[in-house]
């Protein structure tokens, strides 16, 4: 006696060896002894083989036609042998039973399973739905197949350009543009990136920067909604301080003016001023909304996003010649020792009698000019003819409090390595004029450099690059730096002191390893050398000092009850909820500016057919170019020490991945200088290959596995 039986799904058949009532054993023809359910058994038969009646019973399933089987069964349940005789004959045989059975099985959109051996068919509707789709998934990888020919053969289908930073960065798994480029680069053995290349689906490589950036971080776009920037009510008395911003020429966030009083008298006041969209801009607001959602402006070559519309920040900035609402800091100082006795928090109008531009001053305020007053320039500005004595005495100033955080901070800051700046050149300037190109801003310790700015016009990666080197230190950017780590860390301390929650950023300690952090308790940051430091310098650029802002005016207003009356409470939830934003918005910004100035640097070298480059090793086979803002791995490092100086040949650029890699030609020193480990500090953009979210790992995607006969 033979059995035809199912198991997890398989039709099996063997010779049976025993049985009972609610089970029997069988012996497969390959001598492996099964215990089978009774409810699992669906034949029994004397005779063929089980192997014969197995391979006559697939036969008969592939011949059957299943529209004509959905016929002929009837509305109500039925088994698959009464089926067989309806469909074949009365007397059907037991292979054309067993191939019914199987065609059952494999049918699930035609028969449903209603119990042992018996089926229900499907109602008309549903059978038309499910052959609806089978033939959709038919056609649909018939596409698939034609779209991985296409790729193959270097041509990139319109559908998969369309959807391709979404393929790369941001993929639909089971979408078929999907599908495609991964068997397509199965089938090709390259990676999904260069198969995309090959293909052309990459145009140009700033746009496929620029475009990965805004999927990731603006999907809805860069535009801003319609906004009426609310209007500054507060009756504010009028300082009597005439204070000046020093920022780059393109600047329209002007944040931060100073001022200087009482110099040659023994005691001086020096007024550190910020711009006041706090005293207007409601939490909750619409205007704070954008700002919560941006978080902060966006800095690249030739480019910017602001975190608010010009139209909002123009009504806060600091312009010249205005009577600007402000938050003032005012610090008075021992002129001859520079020892601070005493600090005011203000809230006020401040005259704003002129906006310094460094970029187009920094040639002028030199360290002689500042120190040496007999000394002039061939033509000195005239907007400096009055600002000269309170320059000398601000430079003096920041020298004094660096100095005096160096000794906290346990050694000096090194700025040894420039900072650069970046010029775009349209390579064909509309009606042949060449709009000028103006500068960033950048004001805390970790300068960024100017990057100049096309007054408003998106680049396109076509532009002629221009790089120029401007030291870290120099006497403005030393003033503005010095002034504004003085008022984010006294403002810090004095929060603190009231009992009022702001955003700090600290740092444990300078030992390798240990990063800056943000969180609401003010604690020292090792780094800068202050007991504690919350932005508050930048609201117009940065959400978390406008947040500070709201929480600074409470304190001025109400004092030691301040606690009370600020936006946020301690262990307010929303605070560490704008932190987590802010951290993750502030580290795609940067990782996306460090990525595109790197683009230009590679642009620049390709337009300058620069094929070696002197430059330093800093890190196992990594190197920076000595006059370049470059860093790349190289071959034939070995053996080298830290801080040597080398020539390297440079190799073949990808401005797609932005990798590009040297090799050592020779060691121009004889005694490397001293290595300095915070040189390592940001250089965590070398050169690598773009991450992408096309995993070629992935198993094909299947229908669920469908019945089989085995003997």
């Given amino acids: 006696m033979y059995l035809l039986f199912e198991e997890t799904g398989k039709f099996l058949a063997g010779r049976m060896l025993s049985e009972t009532d609610a089970s029997a054993q069988v012996e497969l023809d390959s001598g492996k002894r099964v215990k089978v359910k009774a409810a699992n058994i669906l034949i029994k038969f004397e005779k063929p083989e089980p192997a014969q009646l197995m391979a006559a019973a697939l036969g008969v399933a592939q011949d059957i036609e299943l529209d004509m089987a959905w016929e002929f069964a009837p509305e109500d349940e039925f088994g698959f042998a009464d089926l067989a005789r309806d469909y074949f004959s009365a007397q059907a045989s037991l292979a054309e039973q067993a191939g019914m059975l199987l065609a059952l099985y494999q049918s699930p959109h035609y028969f449903r399973r209603a119990g042992k051996g018996r089926f229900k068919k499907a109602s008309a509707d549903i059978l038309a739905q499910a052959l609806a789709a089978i033939e959709k998934k038919k056609q649909l990888a018939l596409q698939i197949e034609a779209w991985v020919k296409d790729l193959s053969a270097g041509v990139c289908p319109p559908p998969i ?412 939830a929303e605070l560490f909820s704008i932190i987590s934003s802010f951290d993750a918005a502030y580290s795609a910004y940067n990782g996306y500016q460090n990525a595109i100035e790197r683009f230009w640097t590679l642009k620049y070298v390709q337009q300058n057919a620069i094929e070696q480059l002197e430059a330093t090793l800093f890190k196992d086979n990594l190197v920076r170019a000595d006059h370049l803002p470059l860093v790349l791995p190289v071959l034939g490092a070995q053996g080298l020490p830290r801080g040597a100086r080398v020539l390297v040949k440079l190799g073949d650029i990808d401005l797609v991945s932005l990798d590009i890699h040297g090799t050592v030609l020779e060691r121009l020193d004889a005694e490397p200088e001293r290595f300095d480990a915070d040189d390592e500090q940001d250089d965590d953009n070398a050169a690598g290959p773009i991450a992408i979210a096309v995993d070629l790992t992935e198993p094909e995607a299947t229908l669920p596995p469908e019945p089989t006969a085995t003997p």
């Fill in 161 to 572: 350009r369309d959807q391709l930073y979404k393929i790369l960065f941001k993929p639909d798994k089971n979408a078929p543009e999907y599908k495609a480029v991964v068997e397509a680069s199965r089938a090709t053995h390259l990676g999904p990136l260069e198969l995309l290349i090959k293909a052309g689906a990459i145009d140009s490589p700033y746009q496929f920067h620029w475009r990965r950036f805004l999927l990731e971080n603006f999907p809805r776009g860069t535009g801003f909604p319609k906004l009426d920037a609310p209007l500054i009510s507060d009756e504010l008395p009028l300082s009597s301080a005439r204070a000046f911003s020093i920022d780059d020429s393109a600047t329209t966030e002007i944040d931060d003016a100073l001022s200087v009083q009482g110099l040659g008298s023994g005691t001086v006041v020096l007024g550190i001023h910020i711009a006041a969209p706090a005293l207007a801009i409601v939490p909750g607001s619409a205007v704070d909304q954008v700002g919560r959602a941006r978080l902060s402006t966006v800095y690249m070559p030739g480019y910017k996003l602001t975190m608010l519309p010009d139209e909002v920040v123009q009504n806060y900035t600091l312009m010249e010649g205005r009577d600007c609402p402000a938050v003032s800091l005012y610090v008075t100082l021992d002129e001859a020792t520079l020892d601070i006795t005493a600090t005011e928090t203000r809230l006020e109008r401040v005259h704003i009698g002129a906006n310094l531009r460094h970029d187009q001053l920094d040639d002028v305020v030199t360290l002689a000019w500042l120190e040496d007053p007999t000394f002039t320039h061939q033509n000195d500005p005239e907007r400096l003819s009055n600002k000269r004595e309170q320059l000398s005495f601000l430079h003096r100033l920041a020298k004094d409090l660096k100095a005096k955080r160096e000794v906290v901070r346990g050694k000096p800051e090194n700025f040894n390595r420039p900072d650069y700046n970046f010029r775009l050149v349209a390579a064909k300037p509309p009606q042949g004029d060449q709009a000028p190109l103006k500068g960033s801003e950048a004001h805390d310790m970790a300068s960024v450099g100017a990057h100049k700015f096309d007054d408003g016009a998106e680049p396109n990666g076509s532009e002629q690059v221009q790089i120029s080197v401007r030291q870290r230190g120099a006497p403005l950017d030393l003033i503005v730096s010095e002034a504004m780590i003085l008022a984010n860390s006294t403002w810090g301390s004095w929060l603190a002191e009231l009992g009022v929650p702001g955003i700090y950023r600290s740092q444990a300690s300078m030992a390798p390893g240990v990063k800056v952090r943000m969180g609401t308790k003010a604690q020292p940051h090792a780094g800068i050398g202050v007991k504690s430091y919350a932005w508050s310098s930048s609201p117009l650029r940065r959400y978390v000092d406008l947040v500070n802002q709201w929480q600074i005016i409470a304190c001025a207003r109400h004092g030691k009850t301040a606690a009370l009356a600020a936006p946020f409470k301690p262990k307010d």
